[in-house]
Every structure is written in C-alpha cells, then in structure tokens.
Nanobody
Framework: VQLVESGGGLVQAGDSLRLSCAAS????????VGWFRQAPGKEREFVGT?????????YKEAIVKGRFTLSRDIAKNTTYLQMNNLKPEDTALYYC??????????????????WGQGTQVTVSS
C-alpha cells in the first residue's frame, strides 16, 4: 500500500484544515487507515483510525476533543482528517498509515506497517 498525504499548511488558531491521504497499490477493504502526528521533540501520537471495511472509527479523544473528524471516500480511495478549531498545540507533521484489520493493532494505533511521507500543519496563535 502506498500512501500520499496532502492538505497541510500554515493557518491561524481557530481555522480549519482538511488533510487527505490517497492510497494506491492495493485495495483497502482489509485495512484501516490511521492518522498520527509528531511535533518537534515529541513522540508520535495516534490521532484516530477508520476501518475501510465498515467505516468504524476510533479517536484518541484526548487529542481530538470533538474537533477532528475522520472520513473516507471509497471511490477516490482517499481518507480524510477534517480538523476544526485548530490550536497552536496541533502544530505537527501529520502522517497517515495503513494496517491490517486482523487483530487489535489497528484500533489501538500501534504497529502500523504502511506509512505516508507526512504533511506539515502549522498553527499560529
């Protein structure tokens, strides 16, 4: 599975961004696509994930706090992360990643095998 993120940029606090993750190389029907972020000097964080089989979604609520929404467009083979009311602490490199739906890794946000290159999100105060 090849993944390419897009949609990052420089925005002001309170603004919105929609990140996209376009997949190719394999059908996603047996995968979940998750979003992660990593700020400078910090560990990578799991933001949330969506099952491409049935659309089930899991969020890391401590991060999302009702501001982020995951979705998928099956026809476009693309996963989206809609981010509203952005805050400076959301500044990070955002990655999408894919993992098999077999087992529990996918909704626990661990051991994802396929990664995109990341897209930078910078939120100014």
């Amino acid at each position: 599975v090849q993944l390419v993120e897009s949609g990052g940029g420089l925005v002001q606090a309170g603004d919105s961004l929609r990140l996209s993750c376009a997949a190719s190389g394999r059908t996603l029907s047996t995968y979940a696509v998750g979003w992660f972020r990593q700020a400078p000097g910090k560990e990578r964080e799991f933001v949330g994930t969506i099952s491409w089989r049935d659309g089930r979604i899991y969020y890391k609520e401590a991060i999302v706090k009702g501001r982020f929404t995951l979705s998928r467009d099956i026809a476009k083979n693309t996963t989206y992360l809609q981010m509203n009311n952005l805050k400076p602490e959301d500044t990070a490199l955002y990655y999408c990643a894919a993992e098999s739906l077999i087992g529990s890794s996918w909704y626990q946000g661990v051991n994802y095998h396929y990664w995109g290159q990341g897209t930078q999100v910078t939120v100014s105060s």
